[in-house]
């Protein structure tokens, strides 16, 4: 469970949700072709990045707010048994292929979690935290399956580029990831599922020098893990 | 030389029986060979029909069912409402494979239909999950209700659980066993197909598992999804499908391969029969006239000779009336027999019989020349075309042939009235009615070699040969004596008034050139000393 956040870190694209039928049957287990812009995207994070901010709770370490927020749910009494753990993850990720199919987000399974990646341009203005009108039927689709699926819980991160001044841009990523929370809520999704958490730009997955490649830094994830007994 | 003949003719023979039954053997491999592969042929063909078939209706059941999924999703009823239930009752009934359908919320199965609908399938890992959001678990343990492992797709809310046996339908399966792996998973297996191979160690096609006495035949379809087709059958099943076929056409190949053996034999009997290269022969003039003086006894000259036909062979050995006469009658050669040597005695001595009107070649009639209607003609068309006067041949007919009808008769009279003489072969071996020479119009009567060989001897011929001659003379028959090997034949001939002889003691038959020489030699006057008139009488008297 913790190592969660360096598996969300290394999402690398967006995966594209082709508009394929059946007809063209892909299997599953195939794997995900990682092409990282340059290699430098899978270096280990650097020593002196800035300490995130996890904004649920206000602890200093985002492990411990994890951590936190997970004995909170437990109390709250919903988890899934170990053995339903594996359905409810595989029609939970066909329900998302089947009602969010869009450009702009991306969908990973790592194991028993899904990993979501929305792209952060095509969600907000240039240093805006508002979500762009655009924006919301995609998440709009997210919410109603989040809602259906209601053995998760969410961890909602912003990344931003290196552009300007990092403390600006962790600041920048805090609001955009509530944002994204704050309407998942209205759309009625349970507060107490969701964590959210700033990076700034200390968890970039392409190098930042090209456009394309700050474009693809710039972003939400949205992780989904099951809760079990 | 007959001997020779055999020997040669046999061993051709015995090469060209071994030639046969190689041919024959060969043809009924042939024939073998090509059956077995067709049956191999015909077989994978079935299997690959079987393979379409089922590839077919596996592709057809998992896209209908995703489309059934696609409808459930689509309905406006309120959920688990009767009216829902109703839907998914209906289809689950229409649908013989499927086994139950189920509506979802996430994890929790709501309400559905069917056979299992109290076992909530929650398999814990999904086999596909295709890029439509549709599901797919393929059989395992994990999808086991009672005993049946069913194969179970999800699309949204709905799923529904399939029964992947009905898909091996036992009439299209008939009595092999089958496997059917989708995508590479195994889909569904007969009810004893546990040992069915994998379709990774099988290649595609028919194979021939000796090891396990097992015909194994694997297909692969690709139209919607990869569909492999495994199916094993015993080699004996296979056998008894395919025996009465193989039976069939291997006795087929027998009477073939008979058929083979008899046309080669025949074939070659006949290229090798003697008669056959007679045949040939003839036309191409391999038959050839030799010519034996007739001399006139009391002079020496030579006043004409007998045409013998003689046959080069091709190695140039030299084969003699005696061997080829019975062959050509029994090839009903011997019309075209005469006629060569008509053809050549004119060609060889057709100028010196101008020059010399009162030289007779004699030609040998045979049976068949007398009743030959053609013949008569021929005979005729060719002195005409030679410019040779009929009366310069004189045609010599056997004591045998000359059969005492009305038809030979007329014939012997016709060649007469044309000019030709005609003399009685052989005479005295035949059935010697002297009586039935009175009734043709004979002009010459040639007294047989074996009478002339008596002469001198105690034989009984000895005293028939007077008779023969003074019957001759009676009826005013020239008489020429043949087969004359001694001097004290030729005396006692010329004391019994016999003019005309032949035989080695002047020359034995030659070729025409050789002929020639010797006609000119012995033309007007003896070279051979003969005896005069006073010393016959001397030698009668002595007698």
Known sequence: MRKTFQRVAVITTLLSFAACDLIQPKPQQQPVEVKPAKPEWSAPKPAAAPKPTVTLAKPDNREDALAAHERALRKSGTALSAEDVGYYMDTHEARFIQLVRDDRVGMLRQGDSIAMVISGSASFASNSARLRPEIHGVLTAIAQVLEEYRDTRIIISGHTDDAGEADYNQQLSERRARAVSRFFTKSGIAAERIVILGYGESLPIVDNSSAGGRASNRRIEILLEPLTL | ?543
């Open chain 2, 1 to 543: 030389m007959s001997s020779k003949l055999i020997r040669k003719r046999e061993r051709n023979f015995v090469a060209l029986s071994t030639a046969a039954f190689i041919g024959a053997a060969l043809l009924f491999g042939l024939i073998t060979w090509l059956l077995w592969s067709e049956s191999i042929e015909t077989e994978e063909e079935r299997v690959a029909g079987l393979a379409r078939a089922l590839g077919q209706h596996t592709e057809e059941m998992i896209v209908d069912v995703r489309n059934m999924l696609e409808e459930f999703n689509k309905l406006q009823l309120a959920r688990c409402s009767d009216a829902h239930l109703n839907v998914m009752h209906r289809a689950a009934i229409a649908k013989p494979y499927i086994r139950s359908i189920g509506y979802w919320r996430a994890a929790e199965r709501l309400c559905g239909v069917g056979f299992i609908q109290a076992v909530e399938l929650k398999p814990s890992r999904a086999d596909r999950i295709y890029d439509s959001g549709v599901i797919a678990w393929w059989p395992s343990s994990q999808t086991e209700v009672s005993g049946v492992p069913l194969f179970l797709m999800r699309y949204g809310d709905h799923d529904i659980a399939i029964d992947p046996r009905m898909l091996l339908e036992p009439k299209l399966v008939q009595d092999r066993q089958a496997g059917l792996w989708v995508e590479g998973l195994p889909m569904a297996t007969t009810a004893d197909g546990s040992d069915i191979p994998s379709p990774d160690s099988v290649p595609i096609g028919l194979t021939v598992d000796t090891e396990n006495n097992r015909l194994v035949s694997r297909f692969s379809l690709g139209t919607i999804f990869p569909i492999d087709i495994v199916a094993v059958e015993t080699i004996d099943r296979f056998w008894s499908r395919y025996t009465p076929i193989l039976a069939a056409a291997a006795g087929l190949g027998l009477v073939l391969a008979t058929l083979w053996i008899y046309i080669v034999l025949r074939y070659s009997r006949h290229r090798l029969s003697l008669s056959t290269e007679l045949r040939e022969a003839v036309a191409l003039g391999r038959v050839r006239a030799y010519y034996q003086p007739v001399i006139e006894l009391s002079s020496g000259r030579c006043v004409g000779a007998e045409a013998l036909a003689r046959w080069i062979r091709e190695d140039g050995e030299m084969v003699g009336p005696d061997v080829f006469i019975p062959l050509a009658e029994q090839a009903g050669l011997v019309p075209e027999i005469t006629l060569a040597i008509v053809a050549a005695t004119l060609h060889d001595l057709g100028k010196l019989l101008k020059e010399h009107p009162h030289l007779r070649i004699n030609i040998n009639l045979a049976p068949e020349d007398l009743t030959s209607e053609s013949f008569s003609a021929s005979l005729g068309r060719s002195l005409a075309a030679a410019g040779v006067a009929p009366t310069s041949i004189k045609l010599e007919i056997t004591e045998r042939a000359m059969v005492d009808t009305d038809a030979s008769r007329a014939v012997i009279r016709n060649f007469r009235m044309r000019g030709h003489q005609i003399a009685i072969d052989d005479f005295g071996t035949g059935y010697s009615s002297l009586g039935y020479l009175q009734t043709l119009e004979l002009d010459t009567l040639k007294i047989d070699k074996s009478f002339v060989d008596a002469i001198g001897t105690e034989a009984v011929t000895n005293h028939v040969i007077g008779h023969v001659i003074d019957m001759a003379k009676s009826l005013q028959l020239d008489i020429v004596a043949e087969g004359i090997e001694s001097e004290q034949q030729a005396e006692w001939l010329i004391e019994q008034g016999v003019e005309y002889g032949q035989g080695f003691l002047y020359s034995r038959p030659l070729p025409c050139a050789q002929f020639r020489d010797y006609f000119h030699k012995h033309e007007e006057s003896s070279g051979h000393p003969m005896p005069d008139r006073a010393n016959l009488e001397t030698t009668k008297r002595v007698h």
